[in-house]
């Protein structure tokens, strides 16, 4: 199938973004199993899982367009010196993505790619409720203190 005007480029953008997304939640879960927050851990592995499966996801979308994926480079990796860092630069990170997202849907209607809107749309969903976990966990800290938030994520929760 051939791609219409544009939508390798967005396809492609938004790769790079959910491959670093990858990088950084892997970095973040890291850094908090070093720091002893097990809870926190798991969370980051989770995010980390969900954003290999987007990135799957475009990689195999971008081949069945007839597109090469871009796999050879990343945005700038954040890391951060406390959790309330890194949660704040994914926080921000996750806004960015959910622009281009946004921006890739538009130009799909534009161009009656409905099967990419139809995908992007999906990832939205989940990047949305990225978002809203992030806004969360950082009004929670402003609420009831870093050092209490901490308290609670030491240990992973039971499943
Ligand atoms: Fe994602
Ligand atoms: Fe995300």
């Known amino acids: 199938m051939k791609a219409k005007e544009g939508v390798l480029d967005i396809l492609n953008k938004v790769l790079v973004s959910e491959l670093t997304a990858v990088h950084q939640y892997l970095l973040h ?50 890391a951060g ?17 959910a622009d281009v997202l946004r921006q890739g849907i538009a130009h799909c209607a534009k161009v009656g790619d409905f099967t990419t809107r139809h995908r992007l749309e999906d990832m939205i969903i989940d990047t949305e409720e990225h978002i809203d976990w992030f806004e969360t966990q950082l009004r929670t800290i402003e609420q009831v203190g870093e050092e209490r938030y901490l308290a609670e994520q030491l240990t992973a929760d039971k499943s």
Do not use: N, T
């Open 29 to 78: 879960a890291a850094l908090c199993k070093h720091w002893g927050y097990g809870r926190l851990h798991a969370h980051f592995s989770h995010l980390s899982q969900e954003e290999v499966s987007h990135s799957s996801g475009l990689i195999d979308h971008i081949l069945y367009l007839g597109g090469a994926p871009e796999m050879g480079h990343l945005d700038a990796v954040a």
């Open 81 to 97: 010196k406390k959790v309330s860092e890194l949660l704040a630069a994914d926080l921000a990170f996750e806004r960015e993505d």
